[in-house]
């Protein structure tokens, strides 16, 4: 498994629209003690609200790594971030990218990161080995979120179930497949990077035996009905053999995104359908929320379809950016009280 | 796509059971006229029936490629057979390999074979990178063989199929994604090996737009129950945008093999679950046939079972080792005349 130096000094580069800051956000919001502060370019015109800090500065407060916390045009490297690329190693720091494009692929990195001793962690990608899927039961509790698509809250929705069920007293732990997930939990397999025949088996990697009563949240990929990625979704549920799955929708999606061909199927058709594939693996699968980005309803709206899809689907439905998730981790603990 | 140089010198090194040399004598079966004979070690206990020739022999009859046609201990290279590799690549032949272990992993085989200006392929891996799927449409008819297991009969039925559409006048192409298949097609793409992210479009590119009345006959790859290798599954079904499949079952299995905790579904479950999967990208999906690996049967056991199997399901019921699958291809020349 990938696993990170933390803490973290966010790189912003010379970024100007807030929304190219995602990753930054999402780590400030999630990890937050884990962020000593950020950095950026003269010409940046954005903070996430964190001290501005200097790659020495972040050193000397014990950082162990700058996380370019932007998208960049292309998902390759502007050449005018090099230089503080190289500051921040000199400094003693890993550097940590999402990028498309490795940071393993630009030779002037690659030789001053071992002059110094430190790491280029492309989250990205995946250069490790896993062995295939065994399909063995292993020991402890396990959560997935699944999509009805891609990009509409899987990755929020574990989060926000982990940071609950630890409020209410239980042992659970994130297990991140994504890159922003990665970074957030300073470890995880990018599982979409993982050779086809071995999804199922990283799966199992990430999410090994554990205590009886602790559960892993683990954040799904993709959906089962998506034209491009289903298989990605598909193996990485065999793997994590989940006792229970959240389903997270988007209510103002008819067909998956770019795929307008494609349609979504009804909310108790995709339950039915993620419980059948979960069961290949966990006979025991269920459905134990829904999870809505509301975001396209006003508040007399949500009331109402949250209201009505609990009452047509007999498990609780929330949204974690309007009003959380707690009565799903409370399904969860009544799961894990009945084990 | 991974391309070969037929016609084929079989290397059969130092093989002593027949069941070794399983590859070999697929393509002797399957591709007769690629064949210009076959090749071995002193010490090899068998042949598979095709005359002996030495490396520059084959070379002089036109041969482009030795293919190791046996499976080694451990999938890696014995060292006993490199003297007959380098003399093969002296001859001026490619070496295809679908061993675990890549030949160019040989630096002395790598050194041999850029001196000399062939090529090493290793058929099992994929070092090509593939765009994600796009979902659209293409034109031509394609027909995937999926099944309820490994190892049943997905690319044997496919080559059947293949060769009974040519024999009825139909355009017919068969599309290889396993080591062996690729060998026979001498071409192909190595589905299990390509990045999770990638496997619909990979299975896109293999199949490209094609005449409105031409058939891709696409080989299967493990099964949507299967607990390792589903996402595979799932991945090829939907960059192959099938409009008809063909489930291969093997009525003596009740579990996955290997995996005694997966139940396979019964017949008509399977082929609800593939149907539901295979319309995520062309609607007009449908079950045509069920090719029975039937082995385990009586012939009096076999009549029964097929005849009720048939009338169960309402589709031809065909074991391609016992009379053949001449009534699914006509079925699926009834689609194509619809079309």
Redesign the interface.
């Known amino acids: 498994m990938l696993r990170l130096r933390k803490p973290y000094l966010l790189y912003l580069g010379d970024a100007q629209m807030p929304t190219d800051a995602k990753t930054a956000c999402g780590l400030r919001d999630w990890c937050p003690a884990d962020v000593v502060g950020e950095w950026s370019l003269p010409s940046c015109a954005l903070s996430v609200g964190v001290p501005r800090r200097s790659p020495e500065e972040a050193a000397a407060l014990g950082a162990g790594s700058l996380v370019i916390g932007i998208a960049s045009v292309g998902g390759t490297l502007p050449p005018q971030w090099l230089p503080d690329l190289h500051r921040a190693i000199d400094a003693g720091l890993d550097i940590v990218s999402g990028m498309h494009t490795r940071l393993t692929s630009f030779p002037e990195l690659v030789e001053a990161s071992s002059a110094r001793g430190v790491s280029l962690q492309d989250v990205r990608h995946s250069d490790r080995r896993f062995p295939?899927?065994?399909?063995r039961?292993r020991s402890g509790l396990r959560v997935a979120t699944v999509g009805t698509d891609c990009a509409l809250g899987k990755k929020y929705t574990a989060l926000a179930l982990t940071r609950e069920l630890t409020a209410l007293g239980a042992k659970a732990t994130f297990r991140a497949t994504g890159q922003t997930g990665i970074m957030i939990a300073g470890e995880g397999i990018a599982?979409?990077?993982?050779?086809?025949?071995f999804?199922?088996?990283a799966a199992e990697v990430l999410s090994p035996a554990n205590d009886a009563d602790h559960w892993d949240v683990i954040e799904g990929q993709g959906a089962?009905?998506?034209?491009?990625?289903?298989?990605?979704?598909?193996?990485?549920l065999?793997g994590s053999q989940p006792d229970a799955f959240v389903l997270c929708h988007d209510p103002s999606r008819v067909t998956i995104e770019m795929?307008p061909?494609?349609t979504i199927p009804t909310l108790p058709d995709a339950i039915a359908?993620y419980t059948?594939?979960a069961r290949?693996?966990n006979r025991a699968a269920r459905c134990v929320g829904v999870s809505i980005n509301s975001s396209s309803l006003s508040d007399d709206a949500w009331a109402a379809y949250a209201r009505e899809t609990a009452a047509e689907l007999g498990v609780p439905v929330c949204d974690p950016m309007r009003g959380g998730v707690a009565p799903i981790a409370e399904a969860l603990l009544e799961i894990g009280g009945r084990s």
Do not use: E, M, R, S
Request: glycine residues 14%.
């Open positions: 295939a899927g065994t399909g039961k599982i979409d990077a993982v050779v086809a025949d999804i199922a088996g089962l009905f998506h034209p491009a990625y289903a298989g990605v979704t598909l193996g990485l065999h795929f061909d494609a359908q059948t594939a290949v693996t």
